[in-house]
């Protein structure tokens, strides 16, 4: 059974550091891992899909990698500001096209 | 942000009682999904539905049921509530896309409180 963890579970760094967030799973056998954000009582905002064919992804300030054969996930964010405060989940997808969600890193980013 | 609306957006109910939750999507999107969010717990789902009138169970389906009549709309029901189903609720949505690789799209989720 996959099963993804998440290390820190929480994390506060002062603004502009450069941070790395972490994500493992157990099973290699994934189609694809994504990155999410969720705010305090808001929905998730899906920040970047890796397709299982992929290193790494990149959105603006964000880098996501991937290494399938070492079952880990980093989500590197680049001076960091204080709206980058939310807590990141990652997820991986199986074959049956659901997710399997770790349960989250709450970053804190200090002005 | 893709077209997803949940509603209500909180609820409170009592034991015993029946409670539907409602998923409307503007996207044309194939699958639906519903999950809980509980502390320690993360993200659970609870059942997912890959068309009209075609739907399966997840990890946490006992207690819960499911209806897609539209494409548009997915509806959670919850028999007979119990206290343990308080939680927040989230429907996601996803499609194929480019290359085939479902990314998932959520709605602003539902909490509902069962005393």
């Known amino acids: 059974k996959q099963e993804v963890t998440q290390i820190p579970a929480a994390l506060s760094v002062p603004e502009g550091e450069n941070l790395v967030l972490n994500c493992s799973f157990t099973d290699s056998a994934i189609y694809n891992l994504q990155w999410f954000r969720q705010d305090p009582g808001k929905g998730l905002t899906s920040l970047l899909l890796i397709q299982s064919s992929q290193r790494e992804q990149t959105s603006g300030r964000l880098n996501a990698s991937l290494d399938k054969s070492s079952g880990r996930s980093t989500l590197y964010i680049a001076a960091s500001q204080p709206g980058d405060s939310a807590t990141y989940l990652c997820a991986v997808s199986d074959s049956n096209y659901q997710l399997i969600w770790g349960a989250g890193t709450k970053l804190i980013i200090k002005p | 942000d893709a077209g997803i609306t949940q509603s209500p957006r909180h609820k409170v109910t009592e034991t015993g009682t029946p409670v539907t939750l409602r998923c409307h999507q503007t996207e044309n999107h194939r699958y639906m999904y519903w999950y809980r969010q509980d502390p320690g717990h993360g993200l659970r789902l609870i059942h997912y539905s890959y068309g009209v009138k075609d739907t399966d169970k997840g990890e946490v389906s006992d207690g819960y049921s499911v209806s897609r009549s539209k494409t548009e709309d997915f509806l959670l029901t919850l028999e007979s509530a119990t206290s343990s189903q308080t939680s927040v609720y989230f429907c996601?949505?996803?499609?194929?896309?480019?290359?085939?690789?479902?990314?998932?799209?959520f709605g602003p989720g539902t909490r509902l409180t069962v005393t």
């Open positions: 996601a949505i996803s499609d194929p896309g480019t290359g085939g690789f479902y990314e998932q799209y």
